[in-house]
Protein backbone atom coordinates (compact mmCIF):
# COMPACT_ATOMS: atom_id res chain seq x y z
CA UNK A 1 0.00 0.00 0.00
CA UNK A 2 2.92 2.18 0.41
CA UNK A 3 2.91 3.16 -3.50
CA UNK A 4 -0.52 4.88 -2.62
CA UNK A 5 0.22 6.70 0.40
CA UNK A 6 0.15 9.89 -1.57
CA UNK A 7 -2.78 9.41 -3.08
CA UNK A 8 -5.28 11.01 0.24
CA UNK A 9 -3.25 14.29 -0.32
CA UNK A 10 -3.28 14.79 -4.33
CA UNK A 11 -7.35 13.91 -3.65
CA UNK A 12 -7.74 16.46 -0.62
CA UNK A 13 -5.71 19.23 -3.00
CA UNK A 14 -7.83 18.07 -5.96
CA UNK A 15 -11.33 18.50 -3.86
CA UNK A 16 -10.41 21.60 -2.11
CA UNK A 17 -9.60 23.46 -5.51
CA UNK A 18 -12.14 21.66 -7.69
CA UNK A 19 -15.03 23.11 -4.82
CA UNK A 20 -13.19 26.41 -3.77
CA UNK A 21 -13.28 28.22 -6.88
CA UNK A 22 -16.32 27.90 -8.73
CA UNK A 23 -18.13 28.44 -5.27
CA UNK A 24 -15.98 31.86 -4.97
CA UNK A 25 -16.51 32.94 -8.51
CA UNK A 26 -20.08 32.36 -8.85
CA UNK A 27 -19.88 34.14 -4.97
CA UNK A 28 -18.46 37.06 -6.04
CA UNK A 29 -19.68 37.61 -9.59
CA UNK A 30 -23.55 35.93 -9.53
CA UNK A 31 -22.71 34.55 -13.15
CA UNK A 32 -23.74 31.05 -14.07
CA UNK A 33 -22.33 31.91 -16.85
CA UNK A 34 -18.60 32.38 -15.85
CA UNK A 35 -18.87 29.55 -13.31
CA UNK A 36 -20.49 27.14 -16.23
CA UNK A 37 -17.23 28.13 -18.17
CA UNK A 38 -15.18 27.47 -15.25
CA UNK A 39 -16.70 24.22 -15.02
CA UNK A 40 -16.07 23.64 -18.82
CA UNK A 41 -12.83 24.64 -18.81
CA UNK A 42 -12.14 21.88 -16.27
CA UNK A 43 -13.66 19.45 -17.58
CA UNK A 44 -12.16 20.08 -21.42
CA UNK A 45 -8.70 19.61 -19.95
CA UNK A 46 -9.36 16.56 -17.80
CA UNK A 47 -11.28 15.50 -20.86
CA UNK A 48 -8.37 16.05 -22.44
CA UNK A 49 -5.59 14.44 -19.64
CA UNK A 50 -7.40 11.81 -19.77
CA UNK A 51 -7.10 10.37 -23.25
CA UNK A 52 -3.18 11.61 -23.87
CA UNK A 53 -2.29 9.98 -20.49
CA UNK A 54 -4.13 7.23 -20.73
CA UNK A 55 -2.13 6.90 -24.44
CA UNK A 56 1.10 7.53 -22.89
CA UNK A 57 1.11 5.38 -20.10
CA UNK A 58 0.11 2.53 -21.99
CA UNK A 59 3.27 2.77 -24.13
CA UNK A 60 6.16 3.31 -21.80
CA UNK A 61 7.30 1.35 -18.87
CA UNK A 62 7.84 4.37 -16.64
CA UNK A 63 5.63 5.29 -13.67
CA UNK A 64 7.43 7.13 -10.96
CA UNK A 65 7.70 10.35 -13.30
CA UNK A 66 4.23 10.15 -13.49
CA UNK A 67 3.38 9.59 -9.84
CA UNK A 68 5.57 12.86 -9.38
CA UNK A 69 3.80 15.26 -11.74
CA UNK A 70 0.69 15.11 -10.58
CA UNK A 71 1.75 17.09 -7.21
CA UNK A 72 4.05 19.11 -9.15
CA UNK A 73 1.10 20.51 -11.71
CA UNK A 74 -0.80 20.54 -9.01
CA UNK A 75 1.41 23.10 -6.97
CA UNK A 76 1.46 25.16 -10.02
CA UNK A 77 -1.88 25.74 -10.29
CA UNK A 78 -2.47 26.97 -7.09
CA UNK A 79 -0.51 30.05 -7.65
CA UNK A 80 -2.36 30.18 -10.95
CA UNK A 81 -5.39 30.61 -8.77
CA UNK A 82 -4.26 33.91 -6.69
CA UNK A 83 -4.15 35.62 -9.69
CA UNK A 84 -7.14 37.66 -11.88
CA UNK A 85 -10.02 35.65 -13.75
CA UNK A 86 -7.92 34.70 -16.88
CA UNK A 87 -5.05 33.51 -14.32
CA UNK A 88 -7.71 31.68 -12.10
CA UNK A 89 -9.17 30.19 -14.80
CA UNK A 90 -5.73 28.60 -16.14
CA UNK A 91 -4.96 27.48 -13.11
CA UNK A 92 -8.67 25.36 -12.51
CA UNK A 93 -8.09 23.85 -15.93
CA UNK A 94 -4.58 22.83 -14.99
CA UNK A 95 -6.26 21.54 -12.14
CA UNK A 96 -8.11 19.39 -14.34
CA UNK A 97 -5.76 18.62 -16.33
CA UNK A 98 -3.20 16.71 -13.61
CA UNK A 99 -6.26 15.28 -11.77
CA UNK A 100 -6.53 13.35 -15.15
CA UNK A 101 -3.42 11.62 -14.34
CA UNK A 102 -4.35 10.11 -11.47
CA UNK A 103 -7.25 7.67 -12.34
CA UNK A 104 -5.20 5.88 -15.29
CA UNK A 105 -2.04 5.90 -13.43
CA UNK A 106 -3.26 4.31 -10.21
CA UNK A 107 -5.18 2.19 -12.13
CA UNK A 108 -2.69 0.24 -13.68
CA UNK A 109 -0.22 0.59 -10.86
CA UNK A 110 -2.65 -1.20 -9.19
CA UNK A 111 -3.67 -3.96 -11.77
CA UNK A 112 0.63 -4.63 -12.69
CA UNK A 113 1.70 -4.84 -8.77
CA UNK A 114 -1.39 -7.14 -6.88
CA UNK A 115 -2.94 -10.67 -8.01
CA UNK A 116 -6.40 -9.95 -9.79
CA UNK A 117 -7.72 -11.92 -6.34
CA UNK A 118 -6.06 -8.95 -3.99
CA UNK A 119 -7.90 -6.55 -6.05
CA UNK A 120 -10.95 -5.70 -5.53
CA UNK A 121 -9.90 -5.24 -1.91
CA UNK A 122 -6.65 -3.41 -2.81
CA UNK A 123 -9.46 -1.00 -4.90
CA UNK A 124 -12.05 -0.93 -1.97
CA UNK A 125 -8.51 1.14 0.49
CA UNK A 126 -7.73 3.08 -2.36
CA UNK A 127 -11.50 4.25 -2.36
CA UNK A 128 -11.28 4.52 0.91
CA UNK A 129 -8.21 6.98 1.03
CA UNK A 130 -9.46 9.30 -1.72
CA UNK A 131 -13.06 9.55 -0.11
CA UNK A 132 -11.05 10.17 3.02
CA UNK A 133 -9.09 13.17 0.67
CA UNK A 134 -12.06 14.07 -0.55
CA UNK A 135 -13.88 14.76 2.68
CA UNK A 136 -11.11 16.43 4.03
CA UNK A 137 -10.39 18.93 0.87
CA UNK A 138 -14.54 19.71 1.37
CA UNK A 139 -14.04 19.97 4.76
CA UNK A 140 -10.95 22.77 4.87
CA UNK A 141 -12.77 24.69 1.55
CA UNK A 142 -15.82 25.56 3.70
CA UNK A 143 -13.86 26.06 7.11
CA UNK A 144 -10.38 27.18 5.66
CA UNK A 145 -11.09 28.42 2.10
CA UNK A 146 -7.42 29.08 2.16
CA UNK A 147 -5.90 28.06 -0.39
CA UNK A 148 -2.18 27.32 1.31
CA UNK A 149 -3.73 24.09 2.22
CA UNK A 150 -4.20 22.94 -1.22
CA UNK A 151 -0.08 24.03 -1.63
CA UNK A 152 0.29 21.97 1.28
CA UNK A 153 -1.17 19.05 0.95
CA UNK A 154 0.42 18.72 -2.81
CA UNK A 155 3.74 19.13 -1.24
CA UNK A 156 2.97 16.66 1.25
CA UNK A 157 2.15 14.40 -1.80
CA UNK A 158 5.03 14.92 -3.82
CA UNK A 159 7.31 14.69 -0.88
CA UNK A 160 6.01 11.27 0.09
CA UNK A 161 6.06 10.08 -3.72
CA UNK A 162 9.83 10.82 -3.77
CA UNK A 163 9.84 8.03 -1.05
CA UNK A 164 7.12 6.07 -1.67
CA UNK A 165 7.92 5.02 -5.67
CA UNK A 166 11.10 6.03 -6.08
CA UNK A 167 11.53 2.48 -8.03
CA UNK A 168 8.28 1.72 -9.62
CA UNK A 169 8.45 0.22 -12.58
CA UNK A 170 5.58 -0.92 -14.99
CA UNK A 171 5.49 -2.81 -18.70
CA UNK A 172 4.20 -1.38 -22.13
CA UNK A 173 0.54 -2.79 -22.55
CA UNK A 174 -0.86 -1.27 -26.08
CA UNK A 175 -2.07 -3.13 -28.97
CA UNK A 176 -3.50 -0.44 -31.52
CA UNK A 177 -5.81 -3.75 -33.59
CA UNK A 178 -7.36 -5.10 -29.77
CA UNK A 179 -7.54 -1.34 -28.51
CA UNK A 180 -10.03 -0.41 -31.72
CA UNK A 181 -12.16 -4.22 -31.04
CA UNK A 182 -12.50 -3.01 -27.97
CA UNK A 183 -13.51 0.12 -28.40
CA UNK A 184 -16.53 -1.08 -31.06
CA UNK A 185 -17.55 -3.10 -28.93
CA UNK A 186 -17.81 -1.05 -26.27
CA UNK A 187 -19.48 1.86 -28.24
CA UNK A 188 -22.68 1.82 -27.04
CA UNK A 189 -21.63 1.51 -23.38
CA UNK A 190 -19.78 4.86 -24.23
CA UNK A 191 -22.79 5.89 -25.34
CA UNK A 192 -24.91 5.15 -21.71
CA UNK A 193 -21.95 6.16 -19.91
CA UNK A 194 -21.83 9.90 -21.31
CA UNK A 195 -25.67 10.24 -20.95
CA UNK A 196 -24.81 9.41 -17.27
CA UNK A 197 -22.38 11.81 -16.80
CA UNK A 198 -23.87 13.99 -18.82
CA UNK A 199 -27.16 14.33 -16.72
CA UNK A 200 -24.77 13.99 -13.34
CA UNK A 201 -22.91 17.30 -14.30
CA UNK A 202 -26.27 18.84 -14.86
CA UNK A 203 -27.31 18.66 -11.45
CA UNK A 204 -23.83 18.82 -9.73
CA UNK A 205 -23.26 22.02 -12.08
CA UNK A 206 -26.64 23.76 -10.74
CA UNK A 207 -27.00 22.70 -7.39
CA UNK A 208 -25.08 25.84 -6.81
CA UNK A 209 -27.32 28.68 -7.99
CA UNK A 210 -30.11 26.53 -6.48
CA UNK A 211 -28.94 26.98 -3.24
CA UNK A 212 -28.24 30.69 -3.70
CA UNK A 213 -32.21 31.02 -5.39
CA UNK A 214 -33.37 29.60 -1.76
CA UNK A 215 -31.11 31.70 0.47
CA UNK A 216 -28.38 28.94 1.57
CA UNK A 217 -25.47 29.91 3.14
CA UNK A 218 -22.47 28.54 0.99
CA UNK A 219 -20.80 26.88 3.97
CA UNK A 220 -24.30 24.21 3.33
CA UNK A 221 -22.21 23.85 -0.13
CA UNK A 222 -19.59 22.95 1.37
CA UNK A 223 -21.01 20.71 3.82
CA UNK A 224 -22.85 18.52 1.26
CA UNK A 225 -19.93 18.00 -0.59
CA UNK A 226 -18.40 16.64 2.84
CA UNK A 227 -21.33 14.53 3.92
CA UNK A 228 -21.85 13.60 0.15
CA UNK A 229 -17.92 11.81 0.37
CA UNK A 230 -18.89 9.96 4.16
CA UNK A 231 -21.77 8.72 2.66
CA UNK A 232 -19.98 7.75 -0.41
CA UNK A 233 -17.48 6.20 1.73
CA UNK A 234 -20.41 3.81 3.22
CA UNK A 235 -21.79 2.94 -0.26
CA UNK A 236 -18.55 2.15 -1.64
CA UNK A 237 -17.77 -0.34 1.84
CA UNK A 238 -21.37 -1.56 1.37
CA UNK A 239 -21.63 -2.12 -2.83
CA UNK A 240 -17.80 -4.36 -2.81
CA UNK A 241 -19.48 -7.50 -1.09
CA UNK A 242 -23.08 -6.55 -2.08
CA UNK A 243 -23.36 -5.94 -5.46
CA UNK A 244 -21.39 -9.34 -6.81
CA UNK A 245 -23.62 -11.27 -9.24
CA UNK A 246 -26.09 -8.44 -9.29
CA UNK A 247 -24.31 -6.21 -11.73
CA UNK A 248 -26.67 -5.29 -13.90
CA UNK A 249 -29.57 -5.36 -11.53
CA UNK A 250 -27.55 -2.15 -9.33
CA UNK A 251 -26.77 -0.35 -13.01
CA UNK A 252 -30.45 -0.11 -13.56
CA UNK A 253 -31.77 0.70 -9.85
CA UNK A 254 -29.08 3.53 -10.04
CA UNK A 255 -30.15 4.74 -13.09
CA UNK A 256 -33.55 4.53 -11.85
CA UNK A 257 -33.32 6.63 -8.92
CA UNK A 258 -31.03 9.02 -10.31
CA UNK A 259 -34.27 9.87 -13.05
CA UNK A 260 -37.04 9.95 -10.26
CA UNK A 261 -34.92 12.52 -8.32
CA UNK A 262 -34.58 15.04 -11.28
CA UNK A 263 -38.00 14.93 -12.66
CA UNK A 264 -39.17 15.88 -8.43
CA UNK A 265 -36.97 18.29 -8.34
CA UNK A 266 -37.68 19.68 -11.88
CA UNK A 267 -41.45 19.61 -10.81
CA UNK A 268 -40.70 21.07 -7.61
CA UNK A 269 -39.00 23.82 -9.24
CA UNK A 270 -41.64 24.42 -11.67
CA UNK A 271 -44.44 24.58 -9.25
CA UNK A 272 -42.50 27.33 -7.53
CA UNK A 273 -42.09 25.03 -4.43
CA UNK A 274 -39.17 26.42 -1.68
CA UNK A 275 -37.26 23.26 -0.92
CA UNK A 276 -34.81 25.62 1.21
CA UNK A 277 -32.62 23.41 3.43
CA UNK A 278 -33.63 20.12 1.51
CA UNK A 279 -31.13 20.62 -1.33
CA UNK A 280 -28.78 19.16 1.05
CA UNK A 281 -30.34 15.79 1.43
CA UNK A 282 -31.22 15.72 -2.41
CA UNK A 283 -27.56 16.62 -3.31
CA UNK A 284 -26.56 13.73 -0.65
CA UNK A 285 -29.24 11.16 -1.98
CA UNK A 286 -28.50 11.50 -5.83
CA UNK A 287 -24.36 11.68 -5.37
CA UNK A 288 -24.22 8.97 -2.76
CA UNK A 289 -25.81 6.54 -5.75
CA UNK A 290 -22.80 6.88 -7.50
CA UNK A 291 -20.12 3.97 -6.13
CA UNK A 292 -22.66 1.26 -6.66
CA UNK A 293 -23.05 2.15 -10.12
CA UNK A 294 -19.27 2.21 -10.87
CA UNK A 295 -18.22 -0.85 -9.25
CA UNK A 296 -21.00 -2.66 -11.12
CA UNK A 297 -20.23 -0.62 -14.47
CA UNK A 298 -16.80 -0.74 -14.94
CA UNK A 299 -16.84 -4.75 -13.30
CA UNK A 300 -18.83 -5.37 -16.40
CA UNK A 301 -17.04 -3.51 -19.00
CA UNK A 302 -13.51 -4.44 -18.06
CA UNK A 303 -14.79 -8.55 -17.22
CA UNK A 304 -11.54 -9.76 -19.38
CA UNK A 305 -9.55 -7.23 -20.62
CA UNK A 306 -6.29 -7.91 -20.89
CA UNK A 307 -4.71 -4.90 -23.08
CA UNK A 308 -5.00 -1.20 -22.88
CA UNK A 309 -6.16 -0.98 -19.79
CA UNK A 310 -4.78 2.67 -19.10
CA UNK A 311 -5.79 3.62 -22.75
CA UNK A 312 -9.79 2.43 -21.91
CA UNK A 313 -9.95 4.16 -19.02
CA UNK A 314 -8.75 6.71 -20.30
CA UNK A 315 -11.46 6.87 -23.32
CA UNK A 316 -13.97 6.30 -20.45
CA UNK A 317 -12.97 9.22 -18.28
CA UNK A 318 -12.60 11.37 -21.45
CA UNK A 319 -15.86 10.35 -22.34
CA UNK A 320 -17.49 11.54 -19.15
CA UNK A 321 -15.33 14.74 -19.34
CA UNK A 322 -16.64 15.43 -22.74
CA UNK A 323 -20.18 15.09 -21.51
CA UNK A 324 -19.31 17.12 -18.23
CA UNK A 325 -18.25 19.87 -20.20
CA UNK A 326 -22.07 19.57 -22.40
CA UNK A 327 -23.57 19.39 -19.05
CA UNK A 328 -21.68 22.17 -17.62
CA UNK A 329 -22.36 24.32 -20.80
CA UNK A 330 -25.89 23.66 -20.83
CA UNK A 331 -26.25 25.19 -17.53
CA UNK A 332 -24.28 28.28 -18.73
CA UNK A 333 -26.64 28.18 -21.99
CA UNK A 334 -29.93 27.81 -20.30
CA UNK A 335 -28.87 30.76 -17.19
CA UNK A 336 -31.25 30.62 -14.64
CA UNK A 337 -34.18 28.02 -15.91
CA UNK A 338 -33.04 25.51 -13.36
CA UNK A 339 -36.13 23.26 -13.85
CA UNK A 340 -35.43 23.10 -16.96
CA UNK A 341 -32.40 22.29 -16.77
CA UNK A 342 -33.22 19.06 -14.52
CA UNK A 343 -35.58 18.68 -16.75
CA UNK A 344 -32.87 17.98 -19.76
CA UNK A 345 -30.80 16.01 -17.45
CA UNK A 346 -33.89 13.74 -16.76
CA UNK A 347 -34.34 13.10 -20.01
CA UNK A 348 -30.33 12.38 -20.43
CA UNK A 349 -30.29 9.73 -17.81
CA UNK A 350 -33.15 8.06 -19.49
CA UNK A 351 -31.11 7.72 -23.01
CA UNK A 352 -28.46 5.95 -20.63
CA UNK A 353 -30.93 3.53 -19.23
CA UNK A 354 -32.05 2.55 -22.97
CA UNK A 355 -28.76 2.63 -24.23
CA UNK A 356 -27.05 0.34 -21.67
CA UNK A 357 -30.17 -1.74 -22.17
CA UNK A 358 -28.81 -2.40 -25.66
CA UNK A 359 -25.42 -2.76 -24.97
CA UNK A 360 -25.99 -5.67 -22.63
CA UNK A 361 -28.69 -7.36 -25.05
CA UNK A 362 -25.49 -7.58 -27.63
CA UNK A 363 -23.06 -8.49 -25.51
CA UNK A 364 -25.49 -11.35 -24.19
CA UNK A 365 -25.60 -12.09 -28.10
CA UNK A 366 -21.70 -12.18 -28.20
CA UNK A 367 -21.66 -14.85 -26.00
CA UNK A 368 -23.85 -17.19 -27.41
CA UNK A 369 -22.86 -17.04 -30.79
CA UNK A 370 -20.21 -19.92 -31.74
CA UNK A 371 -16.26 -19.23 -31.69
CA UNK A 372 -15.16 -18.03 -35.05
Same mark, same amino acid.
Given at each position: ?????????? %???????????????? &?? /? *????? !???? /??????????? $????????????????????????????????????????????? +???? &? $???? =??? $????????????? =??????? @????????? /?????????????? =???????????????? *??? *???????????????????????????????????????? =????????????????????????????????????????? %????????????????????????????? /?????? @?????????????????????? *???????????? +??? +????????? +????????????????????? @???? !???????????? !?????
Amino acid at each position: MRRFLALPFI %TASVSFLGIWFPVELY &SS /T *KSVFL !LGLA /TTVYNATNGLG $SYLWGDIIDRTHRRTEFVIAIPTMLSLSVLLLEGNLQEGLIGYGL +VGFS &S $SLSS =PLY $SVILLENYDFEEV =PRINSRL @SQLNLAGNA /TGSLAAGLLGDVKF =PLICSTAGLLISLVAV *KDL *KGKENIDVKERIRAIGELRLALLSFAAFNFGAEIFFTAFV =PLNYRFGNSRFLIYAGYTILYGADELVYYLSSTRVKRRHEM %TIFTVTYLRALILLLTSVALEAGLNLGAF /TLPLFV @SFGSLYPAYSLSFFSLIFRGLK *KNRASIIGLFNS +VED +VANILGSAA +VSFMGNELASDYLMAFYSISL @SILT !LHRFLTAVSKRS !LSPPQ
